[in-house]
Structure formats: C-alpha cells, structure tokens
T-cell receptor
C-alpha cells in the first residue's frame, strides 16, 4: 500500500458543513494527488501537490481546496459540502519524472464521503 | 469525446480463456500508458505500464500499444476468477508538465466465470 493512509475512511455529513480529508504517507514521496471516483466517470483529478506548500488544480477542483504544510500530509477540504460531492476520494503518491519508477502512482485505501 | 475511452462491460470470459481489454485515447502526444486493476470496494492497483509501440509482457498480462491508432490494450491469458475486477486505463498527457498527472478511463468490468 506504499505507506499511504487516509482518514476518515467513511464519513456522512450534512449539506453546507465543512469537511477535511487527510492523506498521510510515510515514505517521503514528493508528489501527492487527490482524486474522486464516481460511477461512469472513473477517477478524476481534484488537486495535486509537487512539494510542501506547492499545489495546483486538477480537472474538477471547484468547491475543493488543499493544503500541504508537511511532506507527509496532504489535506483536502470541502468548504461547504454539497450532495454532488458525495463520492469516493482517493489519495495517490508518485515520484517526479526522471526518478526511479518515475511513472507509478500508488493509491491509498480511499474515503467514502456521503453528503446528505 | 472523452479523453480516454473504455467499454464499460461487463466483459464475460470463461476460466482459462484470454480476456482482451481495450482503451482509446484522444491526445496524440500522450507518452505513457497504464493499466490499473480495481477490485470492488478497493483502491486501484497498478499492474502494467507501457510507453513504446508494441507489446510488453509480464506473467499472464500483455500490454499492447499502437500510437498511430491511439489505442492501448491489455490481454490476460489463462483468465482466473480472481481476475474478476474493473480494469482502468490511464494516460499521461503531454501537457502534464512532468507532474505525472494521469487521465483515467471509466473502466471495464471483467467477469471470469468457472
């Protein structure tokens, strides 16, 4: 599992409440990613990080923000959760192109979020 | 047109047969291609990657890439019931800036029956 944990693993929350999901890795990987997975859409990139305090938007970033204050932690925040954000969220890690195993992304176990 | 397209399936094959999974992509400049396996309720697991035209074999798995036709396929020989899962195709587009960003297809569900 490449030393990746996600918390919480399951969460039910109400529309309009803030939610923060945590991704924690133990192997000092530089790149981290947040995806959401919905039926019929596969995995879609929300945000990614290429170092501490260095983050950028993915294809479905609206309504989400991220922070990375330490190498090992990448936080995803839904400022005001909506029902359309009900999904399974996966964190992934990778190494920069040019390093050993440059193309492999390893995924965490996922967080199932339900917004009622 | 979606950037990465896969037939959603299910693809049903008998045990011991060859399963053939296909994926097409729209960005001709894409360089790297990946196959992930995802069991129900679990996270995706990388099983193959390929970046040169032709075939790449790893055990019972063979990835095939044809950049001219913009398709990549995965063959699973001697299919087993344990291969029953959803197979995700992913592509590293040319404008990913070296950040290993991937575009995923929606996946093909494979069912191997005894």
């Amino acid at each position: 599992d490449a030393g990746i944990t996600q918390s919480p693993r399951h969460k039910v929350t109400e529309t309009g409440t803030p939610v923060t999901l945590r991704c924690h890795q133990t192997e000092n990987h530089r790149y981290m990613y947040w995806y959401r997975q919905d039926p019929g859409h596969g995995l879609r990139l929300i945000h990614y990080s290429y170092g501490v305090k260095d983050t950028d938007k993915g294809e479905v970033s609206d309504g989400y923000s991220v922070s990375r204050s330490k190498t090992e932690d990448f936080l995803l925040t839904l400022e005001s959760a909506t029902s359309s954000q009900t999904s399974v969220y996966f964190c992934a890690i990778s190494e920069p192109v040019g390093a050993g195993n440059p193309y492999e992304q390893y995924f965490g176990p996922g967080t199932r979020l339900t917004v009622t | 047109q979606k950037e990465v397209e896969q037939n959603s399936g299910p693809l049903s094959v008998p045990e011991g047969a060859i399963a053939s999974l296909n994926c097409t992509y729209s960005d001709r400049g894409s360089q790297s291609f990946f196959w992930y396996r995802q069991y129900s309720g679990k996270s995706p697991e990388l099983i193959m990657f390929i970046y040169s035209n032709g075939d790449k074999e790893d055990g019972r798995f063979t990835a095939q890439l044809n950049k001219a036709s913009q398709y990549v396929s995965l063959l699973i020989r001697d299919s087993q019931p344990s291969d029953s899962a959803t197979y995700l195709c992913a592509v590293n587009p040319p404008l990913s800036g070296g950040y290993n960003k991937l575009i995923f297809g929606a996946g093909t569900r494979l069912a191997v029956h005894p």
